[in-house]
């Protein structure tokens, strides 16, 4: 991958703790840069401020200062379920406190977080404390102690000494290490030395101007790390390429919205996916969105869908999001379903709706993905994914999903016969 990977792929650090715990000092000591507005009057930080900042000699990190988990009245609780979800979708949390301070609330979301949590108990200088990091530090207070039970990280550390900021940072950048080197990349499995991969990419109104987008982008460097070779193509163009090749490629990745021209042209020896069920695979959880999308079968008149983009960006007269899929799906169900459409969180509400179909997820981390899969899935709402609804209603989703077929048990996941759909 790129030294700068994009904001969706940066490892995000969410400081969470009550209002005044001292995170948005913390923040700016850290990152050596003023970040966070500082404040003695509680409730200062109200949105969730991310900024990118290069954390050495880790790389590129998103840090994410959040409102106080304990900010009051009608607009506090809104900025505390921001903070919230703002959190859910960290990588890496540090959970921030006065030292010697703590309740069981703090211990309690330690213990639901402990697979990616740290302890930061500020504020060290007014303590006389140590700024030595250690974990499991034995010392008072209910969240000490329950970090050292969990065998978590525990730093004592002053924003305004610099006490302890120097070994948080290296604590940080020890978790953040271990959570990349678990994670799997876009084309995991398919690209090695001497494969050819065939990349479909139409050129049309949602193609931005002079350049490709990100998930375009993303396979065509992963394939030049792999010593592979990448062949890009139109759609209008694959078959004359085709032609061309004296061995057919190892694989065919193609956009969702022309999926059913690239199974047409290509033989059915081709292992052929799309770049949508690919990011589904890496941020989200495909096994889950193949076996959701069934729900389409299952719309009515009365039925609400709910189309959730991770990004904002201009619709146009072709949106994929908000005009071809609601079209592909009347056509495919006969019936008229209402559309709702979001960009950027879900709504706080899901119990409305009767299917979620969520965009590949390109921009935003894979926690943000998950924590609305597990968000939908609490609501027991069923959710699937932009690129396997779109294969499944052009009647292709086995065919695209045959790459995975080591990941995901045989579904045949066919339309129902009798139907037909319209591109």
């Known amino acids: 991958m790129s030294a700068t990977p994009s904001k969706g792929l940066r490892p995000h650090v969410a400081l969470v703790g009550r209002r005044n715990s001292g995170k948005s000092s913390l923040v700016n000591a850290i990152t050596g840069l003023p970040l966070s507005i500082v404040s003695a009057t509680p409730g200062t930080t109200t949105d969730p401020v991310a900024r990118g900042v290069e954390l050495l000699p880790f790389g590129p990190v998103i840090f994410v200062d959040t409102a106080g988990t304990d900010d009051e009245g009608e607009l506090g609780a809104k900025r505390v379920e921001r903070a919230r979800r703002a959190a859910a979708g960290a990588d890496l949390l540090l959970l921030v406190a006065p030292h010697g301070r703590g309740d069981e609330e703090e211990a309690a979301y330690l213990r639901e977080n402990a697979r990616r949590a740290i302890l930061v108990a500020t504020f060290a200088d007014a303590e006389n404390g140590s700024a030595e990091a250690t974990t499991g530090a034995a010392a ?116 969702s919205q022309v999926v059913l021209k690239a199974a047409g042209s290509l033989p059915p020896a081709v292992p052929l996916t799309t770049f949508s069920i690919l990011f589904s695979r890496l941020k989200g959880d495909l096994a889950l969105f193949a076996e959701n999308v069934t729900a389409i079968d299952d719309l009515t008149d009365a039925s609400r869908v709910l189309l959730a983009e991770s990004c904002a960006h201009h619709a146009n007269c072709d ?52 924590a609305n899969v597990e968000r939908a899935k609490a609501a027991g709402i069923p959710i699937t994914n932009y690129g396997v609804a779109i294969s499944y209603l052009q009647g ?28």
Not at 186 to 210: S, T
């Open 140 to 255: 008072e207070g209910s969240l000490v102690e329950e970090a050292r039970r969990l065998a978590l990280p525990f730093y004592r550390v002053s924003s305004l000494t610099g006490e302890g900021i120097a070994q948080l940072k290296a604590g940080i950048v020890k978790r953040l290490t271990e959570v990349a080197r678990a994670e799997r990349t876009l084309l995991q499995d398919f690209v090695r030395e001497y494969r050819l991969i065939l990349l479909i990419v139409p050129v049309d109104l949602e193609a931005p101007k002079g350049r490709l987008i990100l998930p375009q982008v993303q396979a065509i460097r992963e394939v030049l790390d792999a010593d592979a070779a990448a062949i890009i193509v139109k759609e209008r163009e694959l078959d004359w390429v085709t032609s061309r090749l004296a061995q057919p490629p190892d694989l065919a990745i193609t956009d």
């Open 319 to 370: 949106d994929i999001g908000r005009v071809k899929i609601p079209r592909w799906l009347k056509n495919y169900t006969g019936r008229d379903p209402r559309f709702d459409f979001c960009s950027g969180e879900l709504p706080g509400d899901l119990a409305p709706y009767d299917l979620i179909i969520h965009c590949g997820g390109c921009m935003i981390t894979r926690g943000m993905m998950m």
């Open 396 to 423: 292709v989703l086995d065919r695209v999903l045959a790459p995975f077929e080591r990941e995901l048990p045989a579904r045949g996941l066919s339309p129902r016969a009798g139907t037909r759909s319209t591109p």
